[in-house]
Each structure stands twice: as C-alpha cells, then as structure tokens.
C-alpha cells in the first residue's frame, strides 16, 4: 500500500499562462462572482496587490479547490503575481473552505491596523465620493482604503460623535451630521438627527428653522413607503443641503439639493487629506 501524498506549501508566481492551465481543474468550485473577480483585478493593475495567506489549493487528485477568483484575475489582469500554492490537501479540505463570504471594508481597514467600525467606514467613503457623482463610490484598492484611513483620522471625533448618538441612523444621515458637526455644537447635531427619526428636538420641541430637516425626514419616509433604501448620492446631497440649511435656519417651502456642496471648507478639507495619499 502506497504511503499517502503529504500535503504541501510554496511561494509561485503565478503568470496569466499558469492561471489559465490551473483554472483547466476548476471543477470542485462554487459559481464564479464577476464582481470579486473586477476587485481583484483593479488591486493587481494599481499595484496594490499583495502576497497573502489564503493559499491557492489543489487536492490529492490534482483539483483546484480554492484560489478560482484570484487566479482569474491574473488571466484578466495579464499580471504575474506570488501566491502561496498549497497542494495534496484532502478533497473533503474544500468543506472546511471559506464559501464565499468577503471581508468587508471595515474588517479589511481593520485588520491592516486601522481599527474602524461598519459605519464609521460608510461615512468616510460618503465623504469621499463626490458631490456630483451618480453612485457612491466603490471602495476597491488599497489606495482607496488609504483615503478611507485618513479621513478617518481627520475627523474621528465628529465622526465617532454622530456614529454613537444615532447608531440606527442611515449613512446619509451620519454623513451630513458630521458634515454639521464641524461647524456647530454637539447639541445642534443630536437635535438635527432627533428631527430626522422623529421629527423633533431633542427636548420634544419645534422652532421655525427645523422646516428643512423636517422636509428631508417626508423625502425620506416617502422613498421608504415606495421600497427605496435612499442610499445613494442624491439622499446624500438632500441630507447635507438640509444640515445646512438647519444650521442656517434658513425659510424653506421646498427642499432642492445644492448643486454644490454648502459646506465648502470641509469639502477643500477633505480634498487636501486624501491628497496625502497621491
């Protein structure tokens, strides 16, 4: 009876012609995700791909049973990257295999030594996307996650402060609050997010210049009764123009977001700290 393979583990370098024949054994994986796969191609083509812990694996039989999105994006990107290659592994290995799900950006942050929570991270890349953008920006690169980090840092205390007064709160919300928070007072904020989940102050009252947050707090619960998250830019834009307007006490009939963003200052603000990072 022969002795049983003993598994195994080396550093390769994995070229696009190498990925392609090790993907010819992929017939032990789950469904490919295009998405995984365009985020891993973005990090090889900015250089921010890098050498990990999670080994491409093939079992006793020669199949590939872990590695699939990674080494598919070496085909796509054309880039030659190093890997761990560990092979000979049981085939019930896949089992014990993680079976899908990706480390969030708040884990990742955290992991590389930047504790961060879900929805300080939420904040940080509102606050990152711009003001005229269509879509929140996807964060995909580690550059990217860099900016994160350092907006982070700028404004960890405004950012702490609504993330803890109003955990519930929706990241557009939290956004436009910290937006506030660099301008007026921890009381003026609490109030501003106490109009918006139930439509007065803090303290139970109303005063004449609440009418913008109370017209964003009907956009917001219109977009709800139709099925809508409201997470995207222009809930954004709406949340930040009524902040403004809150913090301005200014007379509004109509709530029509700004074609820019109203806090300039922190708008330059948040350009020159992402900056660091270019």
Same mark, same amino acid.
């Given at each position: 009876?022969?002795?049983?393979?003993?598994?195994?583990?080396?550093?390769?370098?994995?070229?696009?012609?190498?990925?392609?024949?090790?993907?010819?054994?992929?017939?032990?994986?789950?469904?490919?995700?295009?998405?995984?796969?365009?985020?891993?191609?973005?990090?090889?083509?900015?250089?921010?791909?890098?050498?990990?812990?999670?080994?491409?694996?093939?079992?006793?039989?020669?199949?590939?049973?872990?590695?699939?999105?990674?080494?598919?994006?070496?085909?796509?990107?054309?880039?030659?990257?190093?890997?761990?290659?560990?092979?000979?592994?049981?085939?019930?290995?896949?089992?014990?295999?993680?079976?899908?799900?990706?480390?969030?950006?708040?884990?990742?942050?955290?992991?590389?030594?930047?504790?961060?929570?879900?929805?300080?991270?939420?904040?940080?890349?509102?606050?990152?996307?711009?003001?005229?953008?269509?879509?929140?920006?996807?964060?995909?690169?580690?550059?990217?996650?860099?900016?994160?980090?350092?907006?982070?840092?700028?404004?960890?205390?405004?950012?702490?402060?609504?993330?803890? +007064?109003?955990?519930?709160? =929706?990241?557009?919300?939290? @956004? *436009? &609050?910290?937006?506030? $928070?660099?301008? /007026?007072?921890?009381?003026?904020?609490?109030?501003?997010?106490?109009?918006?989940?139930?439509?007065?102050?803090?303290?139970?009252?109303?005063?004449?210049?609440?009418?913008?947050?109370?017209?964003?707090?009907?956009?917001?619960?219109?977009?709800?009764?139709?099925?809508?998250?409201? +997470?995207?830019?222009?809930? =954004?834009?709406?949340?930040? @123009? *009524? &902040?403004?307007?809150? $913090?301005?006490? /200014?007379?509004?009939?109509?709530?029509?977001?700004?074609?820019?963003?109203?806090?300039?200052?922190?708008?330059?603000?948040?350009?020159?700290?992402?900056?660091?990072?270019?």
């Amino acid at each position: 009876m022969s002795e049983p393979l003993l598994p195994t583990a080396d550093i390769e370098v994995i070229t696009p012609e190498v990925a392609d024949r090790y993907l010819r054994t992929n017939t032990a994986n789950r469904a490919l995700r295009p998405t995984a796969v365009k985020e891993y191609v973005a990090e090889m083509e900015s250089g921010d791909w890098l050498l990990g812990c999670d080994a491409i694996g093939f079992d006793v039989n020669g199949v590939l049973i872990n590695g699939q999105h990674r080494l598919n994006a070496v085909v796509k990107s054309g880039i030659a990257s190093d890997f761990i290659v560990a092979r000979n592994l049981p085939t019930k290995s896949k089992n014990a295999l993680d079976v899908g799900k990706r480390r969030q950006l708040h884990e990742r942050i955290t992991i590389a030594g930047h504790k961060i929570t879900v929805k300080e991270a939420n904040i940080c890349t509102l606050m990152l996307t711009p003001w005229s953008s269509n879509q929140v920006y996807k964060i995909k690169t580690h550059a990217q996650r860099e900016q994160i980090v350092l907006l982070h840092q700028a404004f960890k205390p405004s950012i702490t402060f609504v993330a803890e +007064a109003a955990p519930n709160s =929706l990241g557009a919300d939290l @956004t *436009a &609050a910290v937006f506030l $928070a660099e301008h /007026s007072s921890k009381e003026q904020v609490r109030d501003f997010l106490s109009l918006i989940s139930t439509g007065v102050r803090c303290d139970g009252t109303t005063q004449p210049g609440d009418q913008a947050v109370r017209l964003y707090r009907d956009f917001r619960i219109n977009l709800k009764a139709q099925g809508k998250r409201g +997470a995207d830019m222009h809930n =954004l834009r709406m949340a930040v @123009t *009524a &902040a403004e307007k809150f $913090a301005s006490e /200014s007379p509004v009939r109509v709530l029509r977001p700004y074609a820019n963003n109203p806090f300039y200052e922190m708008e330059k603000l948040i350009e020159t700290t992402i900056s660091k990072e270019a």
